[in-house]
């Protein structure tokens, strides 16, 4: 339930000679799903799903802190009374109305309902001295999402595809309520030769957002102009190129690679753009009919660049960073 150790440093302070801290709890999730089909004509068919879950965490707390020197430090519960109900339901839609054309439309909600109680919990730093005490809070979200897309087979070896994806996300307890992303992309499919197949996808997203307002449970309190990048608004183009080509039978050999260039233009403080591109291979072969192998190797450069205050005002200070990242396997 904790892991409990000796300070190896000297710290003056009246039992400060030994820390603990608790691991990870226990916890329960359930969850109980159905989906269904209907086939509405020969040409036109409708799926859904649906799905209710609940998440619990009752496991008792640990004693506020090893040192008995600090006294009593009261909590206000037992134990967290976690509980997190979910929610989860996508209807899809599918129609060929011609030969060569299929028509795509789904509508998705995702809905995470955060039930722990909000109490004000006594702080206890690294069992030396006690710290303010904080409320935790039980965020809660609702992601909808809406997708259209059409693909037409202009002749035997070329296909184009468009599409339009909407993601509405509302959160509780954070600087912005809701965000609105929309995307426009669009799709080639080509097989120049037998063995070659070639495919380039463009995109453009634009994300919104409702009134920045920071968060007043945050303590230290954070610079008003600061803007979380996952709750910015920001601009996004992307390309992305995959090719794949039949190197013999039960060999192929697969190359892709993409580029996106993020703007985040309403951002004073915080990220302001970033880049990134990425490259990958893989290789598959049918060796025999009961043995197959698989080899990839995946490799992605950012860079990013963001401002900050050390005034607590206007930017006063700005960075770049660069992230690597190569996987193989």
Known sequence: ESLTWTNPFTTGVPGGDTGRMA???????????????????????????????????????????????????????????????????????????????????????????????????ALVSTDLFLATSRTNQPYSYTTDKLRLSGDYRLSKSLKAALGFDQDNRQR??????????????????????????????????????????????????????????NLAGRERDSATLRADYALAEGYSLGLDGGVSIDKYKQSTLGLTNGRSGNLGLDLSAAITEQTQAHVFAQAERMRSRQAGSLAFAQADWWARSADATDVFG
Request: positive net charge; proline residues 7%.
């Open 23 to 121: 691991l990870a709890p226990d916890n329960q999730a359930h969850q109980l799903s159905g989906s269904a089909s209907y086939e509405l004509s020969p040409t036109v068919r409708a799926s859904g799903e649906v799905s209710l879950g609940r998440m619990t965490q009752d496991a008792p707390f640990l004693a506020a802190t090893i040192n008995g020197a600090l006294g009593p430090v009261a909590l206000p519960s037992q134990s967290l009374h976690g509980k997190v109900d979910t929610f989860g339901a996508s209807a899809r839609l599918t129609a060929t109305p011609v030969d060569g054309l299929r028509l795509n439309a789904s509508l998705s909600r995702d809905k995470r309902n955060n039930k722990t109680p909000s109490l004000l919990y």
């Open 172 to 229: 509780t307890l954070q600087e912005v309520g809701t965000t609105r992303e929309g995307t426009v992309w669009a799709r080639v499919s080509a097989q120049p030769i037998d063995k070659l197949g070639l495919s380039l996808k463009v995109a453009h997203a634009d994300r919104k957002n409702g009134d920045y307002n920071p968060v007043a449970a945050i303590d230290p309190a954070e610079n008003p102009l600061l803007r979380k990048y």
